[in-house]
């Protein structure tokens, strides 16, 4: 069963709010390939950063310590989705 990573600030989900941001970006002219590379770097980068908080967060035994390290995590998954999302 997949873990739901969704983040909510004030009962507001963030990648609905990405997703909005998305469709509202749509109006703008279309990206080179420098803006690809760029999309992809982006990708890559939040994705290790969501490997980094993951991995501290089942490293550590402090219950504070491992629910910060799951929102930063889940903060990093959030914008990793959400940029694959607008490269597609």
Request: aromatic letters at 6%; proline letters at 1%.
């Amino acid at each position: 069963m997949a873990r739901d990573h969704s983040l909510k600030v004030k009962e507001t989900t963030v990648s609905a709010i990405l997703k909005d941001m998305v469709k509202k970006a749509s109006s703008l002219p279309k990206g080179d390939e420098d803006d690809l590379k760029a999309l992809e770097t982006a990708i890559n980068f939040e994705a290790k950063s969501f490997e980094f908080y993951t991995k501290l967060r089942d490293d550590c035994t402090d219950s504070v310590e491992k629910a910060f390290f799951n929102l930063l995590a889940n903060i990093e998954h959030e914008h990793c989705i959400s940029l694959k999302t607008h490269r597609n």
